[in-house]
């Protein structure tokens, strides 16, 4: 069966500093990869996802950056993290040509930026 | 104006009741998601649905494309149903990137 693996589980990290999520799916091949936040008090919004090795689309202009290095990984990073970072980050995937697929989504990682 | 409006935004039941929550959308879409989010953050989905009605134990959900609106119902609702509730939309044409209603904050009480 296909799993979805995502961590750290929460995570508190200073204003200016790196930050690296990773997300890996097991039992499954050529996913689509997402990557979405929940800020405090707001709804879900999609950051990054990804059809393939190496092709990351980005929906929202930000301090954030997405990679996948492999078919079953996919890692959000920040060179330098900012206080409106801060939120709840959750990775899914679905079966490739994803528009008609049901998501199945991470635990999630909680980030606090002091 | 939201591209996906939920409504209610709070709602709070009693045991046994019957629960509907409902989702309005003003964009073309391929499908929509009605997910379940726990208070720890985790998020299951319940339904994914273009068309017509779907049914899983006591979750209903039923969609109206024509009037871009869909509904879930919970029957004899229970205190573990207490949840916030999701509608998402897939954008007709997408990768299956979904655009998010603000959720319901659903309680059940004993």
């Known amino acids: 069966s296909q799993t979805i693996h995502q961590w750290p589980a929460t995570l508190v990290q200073p204003v200016g500093s790196p930050l690296s999520l990773e997300c890996t799916v097991e039992?499954?091949?050529?996913?689509?990869l997402y990557w979405y936040r929940q800020a405090a008090g707001r709804g879900l919004q999609l950051l990054f996802y990804?059809?393939?090795?190496?092709?990351i689309s980005s929906e929202v202009p930000q301090n954030l950056s997405a990679s996948r290095p492999q078919d079953r990984q996919f890692i959000l990073s920040s060179k330098k993290l900012l206080l409106s970072d801060s939120g709840f980050y959750l990775c899914?995937?679905?079966?490739?040509?994803?528009?008609?697929?049901?998501?199945?989504f991470g635990d999630g990682t909680r980030l606090s930026i002091l | 104006k939201n591209e996906v409006e939920q409504s209610p935004q709070n709602l709070t039941a009693q045991e046994g009741e019957f629960i509907t929550i409902n989702c309005s959308y003003s964009v073309g879409i391929s499908a929509l998601h009605w997910l379940q989010q726990h208070p720890g953050g985790g998020i299951v989905s319940l339904f994914m649905?273009?068309?017509g009605k779907k049914k899983h134990g006591r979750l209903i959900a039923t969609i109206n494309i024509q009037e871009k609106h869909s509904s879930l119902h919970i029957t004899a609702s229970h205190p573990r149903d207490s949840a916030v509730y999701i509608c998402?939309?897939?954008?007709?044409?997408?990768?299956?990137?979904?655009?998010f209603g603000k959720g319901t904050k659903l309680s059940v009480k004993p």
């Open positions: 039992g499954t091949s050529n996913p689509n």
């Open positions: 649905l273009s068309s």
């Open positions: 990804s059809v393939g090795i190496g092709q």
């Open positions: 998402a939309v897939a954008l007709w044409g997408s990768q299956g990137n979904l655009i």
């Open positions: 899914a995937w679905s079966e490739g040509q994803g528009a008609n697929q049901p998501q199945h």
